[in-house]
């Protein structure tokens, strides 16, 4: 952001100050300054409405701006930076000027952890920030409080597959519908799915690669899912194609998969498993698979073992977690599990979220007659930070492919996957 | 193996026998049924020469046989099986009637380990078969042993390239000397390799990927390898292909790197490396690494922690280990590298190390003329048993692309990986 488009309404410039300038900086600057350094000093300028005051890091231009209302407010940073700037902007106390998804950048690029280990105060921190756990009952509430929004509102926003996970982009101009498809036809790739195979899919969202597996492939798919409100909208979807007889919508927990069948497939359920969960699934999994199966696992994740921003969890995602790969190896190495190829396609997660943001604002209307302004901004904040966190690389996102461990039956090249 | 081919020269059929026939059946045919049990009952018959009894497991056809001369060898064999076997096949003293590769895959698909957790015993099985330590010493001393036995003996069976790592087969028919250009241009478009890039390789055997990545891709490499005998040929063949002032052969330790580098490469060396050296490893890459940077690693690699066998350990890879691909993200995580891409291509192993396999037996002449039949047995138990461990997926091959975490300059998809 250059001078000229920096926002208005800010105190007199003059009152701009620095650490380097203690006789006319208040308290509160001052522990603002110290937040600033704790941040990894980002590029931006912070103002506190109450005393005027600017406060940004020492010999950078700033590129973007944020506003705070009070001095409460301040003291909510202060507690707990990511959780108190989510609700702090949630609720209207903290406005951002300029740009929401590059402001967000700034601050995932400045932050950036590095090199190994981790001290008592980083672990005591995770641990105070540790994700809700995942029993049967715990995941169900999670799952609930999330996915059970309403469809309708999800519906305002996602393309019309229903598809709520990362899209697979041929092309960046494609549409996001026609990178939903190509995401689906990507992991039926993958998995050489063919005509007649059974196929078991765990968290099945709104239904639509099942039904994509079962019309396009000839798939017969079972696939489960906690989310009363998904489960129901995908069986009726699947009523309305014809297609109940090939694909069944079952109301229950992965851990509760019985059954052998060639495929197993998962998109976008791994965060909601939590970590403590792995070797469970990884048992479930073997269990599923025929001895020539083929599973595929697709999945938010992280360059290195770290709790969910605590924002996300609390307020968006509760009990959710993204592993690091070395994490999710451990659903596949206590079961002699082969990792056949992975894929981080992280950067589609990006674009994903860049066109439902948009379409989220041309939603808003019709948001704003379901939801008040605090979930409008917080669901907003939700979607601008995770384009920047995807683009930063602050996240990434995995898909797994694995079998059994002795399946000579995959070709040898990967070049099936890329049909022209 | 059927009747008719079962080989000739076995004591008197009337004297098979099974645990389940107490009376008739020797101490050492007592203990040979306990090891037999122990290695999972694989469908093989042992023979022992110097009392004509046949053990097999109950209730199965054999189909193959093993011949042991003598008690001494027997014993040798139930105090390490894995040591035991290998030497005792070594020095002539137990011989494989019918296909050792069959065979040996027999025994692999036989010890499968299942489920997750290990027993104080077996902790204290991979603890004694700990490998030996990769110091700066002990890497050159390991690497001495293996890969200083003389550049003739490799040219033997290797193929024009002299390339000692897996190859990458198109097709299942390609050759050996296409299967090992195939694989270096693989690695080079998995790394978007352009010309002017420069490079920096770690271990790089006789040479050849660096002179590839020269000669085809105009790229600048830095090459180091601590194998004296290596690194003496790929320095003859720079110069002998004017390459010398575009590859540098450096005969230094992977610690010792230096510079910043658009592309890191390792083909083959991790295996060397020891797992306590991972994370160092991870720093020596991340400093390596400009911020445009891609890497890889391609390594041998396990489909869980476990140590390497004991025999390949002791008499042919002194101080190597083989890492889960778990394992091989301690190399990553602690420095923020992105995995971007892994590939798993364990049957190309096994189709690369049936053709040298091929290549050995027909050089037989000369290799003796270098070695004894000691080491001649010991080689072709090293090949046959390394072919049995990629087909049962007993060893796994994987190729790691990673960048720094924010680089946001690879194509969206892969497809750039199989031009066409």
Chains 1, 2 share one sequence.
Not at 65 to 70: G, K, L, Q, T
Not at 80 to 101: K, M, T, W
Not at 303 to 329: C, D, K, V
């Amino acid at each position: 952001m250059d001078a000229a488009s920096r926002p208005q309404g800010f105190a007199d410039p003059g009152k701009a100050t620095s650490a380097r300038q203690p006789p006319r900086v208040s308290l509160e600057a001052r522990l603002l300054r110290r937040l600033i350094v704790g941040l990894g000093e980002p590029p931006i300028e912070f103002m506190l409405d109450w005393t005027g005051e600017r406060v940004a890091p020492k010999g950078v231009a700033p590129l973007g701006s944020v506003r705070i209302a009070d001095r409460q407010t301040l003291l909510g940073l202060l507690r707990n930076p990511r959780l108190g700037f989510g609700d702090a902007y949630s609720d209207g106390h903290l406005e951002i000027e300029g740009d929401l998804v590059q402001l967000l950048g700034f601050v995932y690029r400045s932050s950036k952890p590095s090199g190994p280990g981790s001290s008592l105060g980083q672990r005591l921190g995770e641990w105070l920030n540790r994700p809700r756990r995942n029993t049967l009952h715990g995941s169900r509430e999670n799952i609930h409080r999330h996915y059970d929004l309403g469809n309708d509102f999800y519906a305002l926003w996602l393309d019309r597959t229903m598809s709520y996970t990362c899209a697979y982009f041929p092309t960046a101009e494609a549409t996001l519908e026609q990178a939903q498809v190509a995401k689906m036809d990507h992991v039926c790739r993958k998995l050489r799915l063919r005509a007649g195979d059974s196929v078991v899919e765990a968290g099945c969202g709104w239904g639509s690669l099942a039904l994509h597996m079962a019309s396009r492939y000839g798939a017969k798919v079972r696939a489960f899912n906690i989310s009363g409100e998904q489960i129901r909208y995908a069986r009726q979807r699947a009523k309305d194609l014809g297609l109940d007889g090939r694909v069944e919508y079952i109301e229950d927990d992965y851990r509760n998969i019985t059954g052998r069948y060639d495929v197993f497939v998962s998109v976008g359920m791994l965060e909601h498993v939590g970590r403590e969960n792995y070797a469970q699934l990884g048992r479930v999994v073997r269990n599923a698979l025929s001895a020539e199966g083929r599973g595929l696992i697709h999945s938010i994740g992280r360059n290195r073992p770290q709790p969910l921003h605590a924002w996300i969890e609390r307020r968006i995602f509760p009990g959710a977690y993204a592993p690091s790969l070395g994490e999710m190896t451990q659903i596949f190495e206590p079961w002699d599990l082969s990792v056949i190829d992975v894929e981080n396609i992280r950067l589609h997660y990006a674009l994903t979220l860049r066109q439902w943001l948009a379409r989220y604002e041309s939603a808003l209307e019709q948001v704003r007659a379901r939801f008040d302004e605090f979930f409008v901004r917080m669901w907003r904040l939700y979607l601008a930070g995770s384009i920047a966190a995807f683009e930063t690389g602050t996240m990434q996102l995995f898909q797994v492919l694995f079998t059994i461990q002795e399946n000579n039956q995959l070709p040898l090249t990967r070049e099936y996957m890329y049909p022209r």
